[in-house]
T-cell receptor, first 111, second 113 residues
Framework: EDKVVQSPLSLVVHEGDTVTLNCSYEVTNFRSLLWYKQEKKAPTFLFML????IEKKSGRLSSILDKKELFSILNITATQTGDSAVYLC???????????FGKGTKLTVNP | DGGITQSPKYLFRKEGQNVTLSCEQN?????MYWYRQDPGQGLRLIYY???????QKGDIAEGYSVSREKKESFPLTVTSAQKNPTAFYLC????????????FGPGTRLTVL
């Protein structure tokens, strides 16, 4: 069974802290790994990763994929209260339209 | 503005009633998807459609039905056979050559009393 596991499930930090969110996967036919941010309603796309070892960056957020160890991390530096959200990791399975989602990590950034 | 709309935002129904959730997109995407999200859970795929008049079951299709009569619209019916329908329902769309890049609507929160 294809599965995506995120950790931790919940995290509370103070503004300015750096956080690392984890995503591991076991799937039959990996195509790509995606990170989404979900604040209250619709998840919004952050990154898509297909190749190992290549870091993707967007402002204070960055992500990297390790296809040998089957995991990805999402880093957020100098966190702000606006970073508070649920961060979802999903894997796109090759040969299909399906995305398999993890349960998400709920990040709370306190002032 | 291009995007995906879902209506209503909140929906309350009595147990045993069927209810239809609306999803419309003007992104000219061929593929559309329905997901269910429960508290503390990730998204689970209910149904998806790659083309008009065709759709496939996802991982949790039991108790749900869909139709795809128009490219822009992919309504989801939650039937009385769905044992635990209270959840947050998200619709998404994508091009068929990039199913990994899905755009999500704002969601409908369904509460069955």
């Amino acid at each position: 069974e294809d599965k995506v596991v995120q950790s931790p499930l919940s995290l509370v930090v103070h503004e300015g802290d750096t956080v690392t969110l984890n995503c591991s996967y076991e799937v039959t036919n990996f195509r790509s790994l995606l990170w989404y941010k979900q604040e209250k309603k619709a998840p919004t796309f952050l990154f898509m990763l297909t190749s190992s070892g290549i870091e993707k960056k967007s402002g204070r957020l960055s992500s990297i994929l390790d296809k040998k160890e089957l995991f990805s991390i999402l880093n957020i530096t100098a966190t702000q209260t606006g970073d508070s959200a649920v961060y979802l990791c999903a894997v796109h399975l090759g040969g299909s339209e399906k995305l398999v989602f993890g349960k998400g990590t709920k990040l709370t950034v306190n002032p | 503005d291009g995007g995906i709309t879902q209506s209503p935002k909140y929906l309350f129904r009595k147990e045993g009633q069927n209810v239809t959730l609306s999803c419309e997109q003007n992104l000219n995407h061929d593929a559309m998807y329905w997901y269910r999200q429960d508290p503390g859970q990730g998204l689970r795929l209910i149904y998806y459609s790659q083309i008009v008049n065709d759709f496939q079951k996802g991982d949790i299709a039991e108790g749900y039905s869909v139709s795809r009569e128009k490219k822009e619209s992919f309504p989801l019916t939650v039937t009385s056979a769905q044992k635990n329908p209270t959840a947050f329902y998200l619709c998404a769309s994508s091009t068929t050559d990039r199913p990994d890049t899905q755009y999500f609507g704002p969601g409908t929160r369904l509460t069955v009393l």
